[in-house]
């Protein structure tokens, strides 16, 4: 029991440091944007869009291969070629003299961007059946946390120009390897590993493979929906405050240590409490309802207070997904938990090509000055209508497999 304490507080610290490093850029990559193309907020939000759809095409075509390769090699290798990989991306972010080296970056990142695949089967290594739920909102606790500190970090260090939070981060993930390199300790015992097949390696085998499991498979699509639906605010939330409420650096920073707050809260803490209590399936329905409320009122907010106030809501819509993969794991051998997450890494990763493509060019249509409805919360309001259907989907799927 101690060692399992110890080794999720290992990976607990591993991931808080990786998701302080990306809070850091978030505040200030529109900035840099518009120096490199000399464009104003709406346009700079396009090149967003598509510098997320190349590291999402990237985590896409390889986070199954990592994936396999961590129930080859073990967890500890993958997870510190990844924390590596994302160091160097920073490295080219801060330096980049054109939008070019912008993408080139973002491609280093998604195909080393496996931490948060690895440390999913990590968790699910060291857990037990009932408690994967709960351990899996570390994940989440480690990514809200990491929201409070960077962008109040970015937001602070962006007074002495745009590239210097890119610099931090790069400063923290390469740290970060070298801590995980010293105390990270191996968590895939030797008989559960098993032999790397390209087969169900490439994103398009892992796919099929995924029929094997029939039980699961509708549960897999609401997930798949559900995070097309979180990149409204990953892709538009800067763009849309500095818009609509004429935010500067530090207030969108200042925002985004709050959802971070909100979300540490609801992951590190209730979801603890709320699962077990509600149990898995009506914890997800209560979510999906949460979430669908947050997206509806960010929408239609017209006074900068209101995001804040809309946070809580939004935040307590996170107790879905954790419920989710702990139903999703319970169900799937312990040597092809490395596959599974993989697999749900990569569909995710289709939502981080199509999600912000989508998410941006919708901001981008609704506040052109000759568009025939200025309406810049139409993001959220396809949020709205996705997490509806995922919802849908999730109820009649976990009548047939959960009973509460």
Not at 12 to 24: H, Q, R
Not at 27 to 38: M, N, S
Request: hydrophobic residues 50%; charged residues 10%; contains cysteine.
């Amino acid at each position: 029991m101690k060692n399992q304490k110890n080794a999720l507080l290992f990976i607990f610290i591993t991931l808080l440091i990786d998701c302080t490093g990306i809070g850091i850029i978030i505040p200030v990559t529109p900035k840099l944007i518009q120096e490199l193309i000399g464009g104003d907020i709406s346009e700079a939000s396009k090149y967003g869009g598509w510098l997320a759809f190349a590291y999402g095409i990237m985590q896409f075509l390889f986070s199954s291969v990592l994936g396999g390769l961590s129930d080859r090699y073990g967890r500890r290798p993958v997870l510190l070629i990844s924390l590596l990989g994302l160091g160097i991306d920073y490295i080219f972010l801060a330096f980049a003299p054109t939008m070019f080296w912008l993408f080139v970056g973002r491609i280093i990142a998604g195909i080393s961007g496996a931490s948060f695949t690895t440390a999913s089967a990590y968790i699910a290594d060291i857990s037990e059946p009932e408690k994967r739920a709960q351990n899996f909102g570390m994940v989440g606790a480690a990514f809200g946390i990491g929201f409070i500190l960077g962008p109040l970090i970015g937001g602070l260090f962006a007074d002495f120009g745009s590239r210097v939070p890119f610099l931090i981060a790069a400063g923290l993930s390469l740290l970060n390897a070298v801590y995980g390199y010293f105390v990270l300790p191996e968590s895939l015992s030797q008989e559960n590993r098993r032999a790397f097949d390209w087969k169900r390696a490439n994103p398009i085998g892992t796919f099929i493979n995924l029929k094997r499991h029939k039980e699961i498979i509708w549960l897999i699509v609401a997930v798949f929906l559900l995070n097309i639906a979180g990149q409204s605010p990953q892709s538009t939330w800067t763009y849309y405050t500095i818009l609509k409420f004429d935010w500067s650096t530090k207030m969108v920073g200042a925002s985004l240590a709050f959802i971070g707050l909100s979300i540490a809260i609801v992951q590190g803490g209730l979801i603890r409490i709320i699962v077990p209590k509600l149990g898995q399936k009506k914890s997800v329905y209560l979510g999906f309802l949460f979430s669908l409320i947050g997206y509806i009122l960010f929408a239609f907010a017209n006074q900068g207070w209101m995001m804040f106030a809309f946070m809580v809501p939004f935040a307590l819509g996170g107790i879905a997904m954790p419920a989710i993969q702990g139903i999703i794991s319970n169900r799937v051998p312990a040597n092809e938990q490395g596959e599974m997450q993989g697999a749900i890494t990569s569909l995710i990763s289709v939502t981080s090509i199509i999600g912000p493509v989508l998410m941006t060019e919708l901001f981008y249509s609704f506040t052109q000055n000759n568009s025939s409805l200025y309406f810049p919360g139409a993001p959220f309001m396809m949020s709205a209508i996705l997490v509806t259907i995922s919802l849908a989907i999730a109820m009649f799927t976990l009548k047939k497999i959960v009973s509460s």
